[in-house]
């Protein structure tokens, strides 16, 4: 198999965890907006907690393939959006599951 192949994508898993988070950040006004207005937000609510898991996810591989690096500013900004997106889904699961009863 070729080198290529089998070295890790960091660049693209980046990319995929920062198009995401900046979708779900974008995601909060429109929710209010809507809000204010008075409409249904449930499609932002699900898109965005979709780009969260997908940021964790991305974060998660950048991680991975940085485990045996030096740990610089990227390291450590994959940890920080893993812990907030863990911190969100957790808080999202919350709300979900003391409303449901």
Aim: proline share 5%; glycine share 6%; charged share 10%.
């Amino acid at each position: 198999m070729p080198a290529a192949v089998l070295r890790p994508a960091r660049p693209r898993s980046r990319l995929v965890a920062i198009v995401s988070g900046v979708y779900a950040i974008a995601c909060v006004p429109a929710i209010l907006l809507l809000e204010s207005m008075e409409r249904s937000q449930v499609f932002f609510h699900v898109t965005q907690l979709v780009a969260i898991v997908i940021c964790v996810v991305a974060s998660l591989r950048d991680i991975w393939a940085h485990r045996h690096g030096p740990a610089d500013a990227f390291f450590y900004l994959a940890v920080a959006v893993l812990l907030l997106g863990l911190g969100w889904i957790g808080f999202t699961l919350i709300v979900i599951f003391t409303h449901m009863g």
